[in-house]
């Protein structure tokens, strides 16, 4: 990961503790997941990239876990064939490109 990268986790990881939550390090595997993909995923997506990184997370924490970062705004949720589809928020600046 980039130096710009790990900055941007470093920011997103004190702003998600100022607004009262706790950064976890499953949290922040998935922040981290989005800056080096830079695109859309679904939780299914998210979830079988988790497997792969061989982080234990189970399928209902990662759809939590994505409902939180989107009502913190930091991530983006767009309906794509009645799925879901997350991105980062352009507006929170962790977006690398638009």
């Known amino acids: 990961m980039t130096n710009a990268k790990l900055k941007l986790l470093e920011n997103t990881t004190q702003e998600i503790i100022k607004k009262g939550h706790r950064m976890t390090e499953r949290r ?3 922040i981290e997941l989005f800056l080096e993909k830079n695109g859309y ?5 998210v979830y079988l990239l988790m497997k792969k990184k061989r982080a234990k997370m189970g399928i ?6 994505l409902e ?3 009502e913190l705004n930091f991530l983006q949720r767009c309906m794509d064939n009645r799925e879901a589809r997350y991105c980062l928020n352009k507006k929170c600046g962790l ?3 638009t």
């Not at 995923?41 to 997506?45: D, I, P, R, V």
């Not at 209902?60 to 876990?65: A, E, G, Q």
């Open 41 to 45: 995923l679904t939780a299914e997506e």
């Open 60 to 65: 209902s924490t990662v759809y939590r876990t």
């Open 68 to 70: 939180l970062l989107s």
């Open 28 to 30: 922040a595997i998935i």
């Open 95 to 97: 977006r690398g490109r």
